[in-house]
């Protein structure tokens, strides 16, 4: 019964711990890709703080709204990094996850290019959470 409860409590701990890393990891892509900035126009008509391509973008809606431009983000990516745990059997790590908004097809060889910004936001999500302990 006590190993029982204690594999409960490591299993609770590891889902609030993976919670609160997945919040993190859309401060830090804000972070890098503009800066926060919720007027940011990309080269190629990306909009929002996350720099989403207009094709992707819903008709309607206001990139500048954080909410909006938030929820709109992670309806994209819920299905690339679905996808990437079918193929993988695994969630995607905070490197693997910026590769997967960035440059999906590339998820499993990522260019150098797409592979330094990777580590960027991966040290951007590692250093939130030790600001956090």
């Excluded at 490591?10 to 993190?24: P, R």
């Excluded at 990891?25 to 989403?52: C, H, K, Y």
Aim: aromatic share 8%; proline share 5%; net charge neutral.
């Amino acid at each position: 019964m006590n190993r029982l409860r204690a594999v409960l409590i490591l299993l609770v701990t590891a889902c609030a711990v993976h919670i609160a890393s997945a919040m993190d990891r859309w401060a830090a892509l804000s972070m890098l890709e503009t800066g926060n900035d919720d007027n940011a126009i990309g080269s190629n008509g990306e909009v929002s703080r996350f720099q989403i391509r207009p094709q992707l973008w819903p008709g309607g809606g206001n990139p500048q709204d954080v909410q909006f431009a938030l929820s709109v983000a992670q309806e994209i990516m819920q299905d690339r990094v679905g996808a990437f745990q079918k193929a993988h059997n695994r969630p995607p790590t905070d490197f693997e996850f910026y590769v997967l908004w960035n440059a999906p097809v590339q998820a499993d060889h990522p260019s150098k290019i797409v592979a330094d910004r990777a580590q960027r936001f991966e040290n951007l999500v590692h250093r939130t959470e030790l600001a956090r302990h």
